[in-house]
């Protein structure tokens, strides 16, 4: 062979996929009574299988009954697999292997899952099919945490309901969130998969968010509920003077319309700079003292701000009994 033949014969190959040899599963559904049908994806080694010369077959022990190839469907975007299986006994335990024909995890994989077997189930469908991977995929399918910059404080998650409360003068067309979902879920909105930090979605109304577990078994749909508020804190009034004798009068330093601010940073604090109070979530509950002790007769300043809303008023105190 000459060296020109050679290196022809070489690119050739290194441009060629190499396949494992494939195992000869077999079944004969024709010897059997009852039937049962899958739709399946799998991830080996957290790599999905999209090969069509791979496949994925039950077993009843060593026994072959269902085999198929992976083939891309459309309307998941995805490699499935649709297995029909069969079986002359209700209640059968399945048990599964994949042949991967190339990539990561290449050859044949023991899988850790199994099923009962049921004459005309149907486990899984293009939308949702059912994992059947190794390692096992996580089943979980929550929404940990969710936010928007324009957020005015941070969003409360109760009941599957995630309450965003935002201004009311604000345009709510194109806000980009950021969330922490289980590991290894998605989050889709209207069928479109969300990007954490990159994906605009519209909060003009509520929303329903769909998070979909890593194993595609569970599907958990939380409401995004934007909550109008008037946000406009330019308008900052509160007391300048407190009495803290338990009266009933100016026993509190009393910020008016206080709801508004209960986001905002508070600091009171002495002419030398000595910190007194401090708190994110004021209640209009300072009654003059500091670890439990009064502080002294006297001028004290406060500062509030609220970094995100561009907010920051500051004044004087004065504290007398």
């Known amino acids: 062979m000459s ?12 441009g060629t996929k190499l396949y494992s040899q494939a195992p000869d599963w077999q079944v004969v559904p024709a010897n059997y009574q009852y039937s049962m049908s899958m739709v399946i994806f799998s991830k080996i ?40 299986v069969y079986s002359n006994t209700i209640g059968d335990s399945l048990n599964f292997r994949v042949y991967r024909a190339s990539g990561e995890g290449q050859g044949i994989s023991e899988i850790e899952r199994s099923f009962s077997f049921n004459d005309g189930l149907i ?14 995929l996580n089943t979980e399918a929550e929404l940990l945490s969710f936010s ?8 409360l998650i109760e009941n599957d309901t995630v309450f965003i409360e935002l201004d009311s003068v604000l345009d709510r067309t194109s806000l980009v969130p950021g969330f922490v979902l289980s590991e290894g879920a ?20 509520g929303q329903n968010l769909e998070v979909w577990s890593e194993s595609g078994e569970q599907i958990r749909t939380y409401y995004l509920n934007p909550v109008m508020v008037d946000v406009n804190l330019n308008n900052f009034e509160a007391s300048n003077l407190i009495s803290p004798n338990n009266d009933g009068y100016n026993d509190t330093w009393i910020i008016k319309n206080v709801e508004k601010y209960q986001d905002c940073q508070l600091k009171i604090f002495d002419l030398s700079g000595k910190e007194y109070f401090k708190t994110d979530n004021y209640q209009n509950d300072w009654d003059g003292t500091a670890n439990g002790e009064k ?20 004044g004087y105190i004065q504290v007398i009994y």
């Open 3 to 14: 060296i020109k033949q050679y290196l022809f014969v070489l690119i050739l190959f290194a």
């Open 45 to 84: 080694n957290h790599q999905e299988v999209e090969e069509e010369q791979s496949l994925v077959a039950a077993f009843v022990g060593d026994e072959c009954r269902g085999v198929a190839n992976f083939t891309y469907s459309e309307r998941a975007d995805r490699y499935l697999a649709f297995l029909t």
């Open 123 to 136: 486990i899984g469908q293009a939308r949702q099919p059912i994992s059947i991977s190794e390692p096992p």
């Open 148 to 155: 928007v910059p324009e957020q005015v404080k941070t969003p």
């Open 186 to 205: 998605s989050a889709y909105l209207q069928d479109t998969l969300l990007i954490s930090n990159e994906s605009e979605i519209n909060l003009e109304e």
């Open 295 to 314: 502080v002294p007769v006297g001028t004290y300043y406060f500062l509030i701000e609220h970094d995100s809303l561009s907010f920051r008023a500051s």
